[in-house]
């Protein structure tokens, strides 16, 4: 064998080992990982201990499991109040915090995310490319498809008034939004997530414009937070072929929620 054959050669084994080694890790499983309702407090001075014990040194303990278990091509979603801040360089500053943990951060707005005004400004301001902020439309990372909005309180919640019922319908228009960007992007395989702050039912699991519209198109898995404290929710649950996690810190006991 010439010296130009024997590199030739090569050549032609490290393309095949280049082809195997790429097919190894795009079949490698992505796994997908949930928490909610951070309500970090880095330049607000709100500590959340004043709820309870448990909540000393709270973000810590997310932190710790965080690392323990999310590798840099995982995506974690957050499903909204992740900052008490009412600007938006105080909500900056706590998103700063997650910064550098492991994972593609995918991002909805919750009822106490003041900060959060204009998505625009809000995704000009993310602290690097690992952040996604969602409002009414849908992102897309490798075979997973997460749509997410706000919503709001469903009828049949103990909290829900008439006043209630307008803003409920303007978010069920804001998730056609949503599915009609997800339309755009879906392809045959991609497994179709909803990301959505307020719980999507009551406590007894009834029909929603929003689990409608989840099961007009298709949704595999929805994820929510919003609810906190002892009050009974099931942290998981089935409801037409399609699974519901409640993803609130303080219910989870601190750590994520392997949706994935």
């Known amino acids: 064998m010439t010296l130009c054959s024997f590199f030739a050669q090569a050549g032609v084994w490290s393309i095949h080992l280049f082809a195997f080694f790429r097919k190894l890790c795009y079949n490698f499983p992505m796994n997908v990982y949930a928490v909610s309702d951070l309500h970090l407090s880095g330049m607000a001075d709100k500590p959340m201990n004043v709820f309870g014990p448990e909540w000393e040194g709270h973000f810590e303990k997310i932190k710790s499991d965080w690392l323990g278990n999310v590798k840099e091509d995982d995506i974690v979603l957050l499903g909204g109040d992740t900052s008490w801040g009412m600007y938006l360089e105080e909500g900056v500053f706590d998103l700063n915090s997650l910064k550098g943990l492991p994972g593609r951060k995918v991002l909805i707005r919750g009822n106490h995310d003041f900060w959060w005004n204009g998505i625009s400004r809000v995704r000009a301001s993310a602290p690097d490319e690992t952040f996604t902020f969602l409002q ?84 595999e898995k929805v994820v929510f937070g919003h609810l906190h404290g002892a009050a009974y929710f099931p942290l998981k649950t089935e409801k037409n072929g399609i699974e519901y996690h409640l993803t609130s810190c303080d219910k989870t006991h601190f750590k994520l929620v392997k949706i994935y």
Do not use: M
């Open 136 to 219: 009414n439309d849908c992102v897309k990372i490798g075979n997973f498809i997460v749509a997410g909005s706000r919503g709001w309180t469903c009828p049949g919640s103990a909290d829900f008034t008439e006043h209630d019922r307008a803003l409920y319908l303007r978010e069920g228009e804001r998730f056609k939004l949503c599915f009609a960007e997800v339309k755009k992007v879906r392809e045959e395989g991609d497994k179709l997530i909803a990301l959505i702050h307020y719980p999507p039912f009551s406590v007894k699991l009834e029909d929603t414009v929003f689990t409608q519209l989840f099961e007009e198109n298709g949704v």
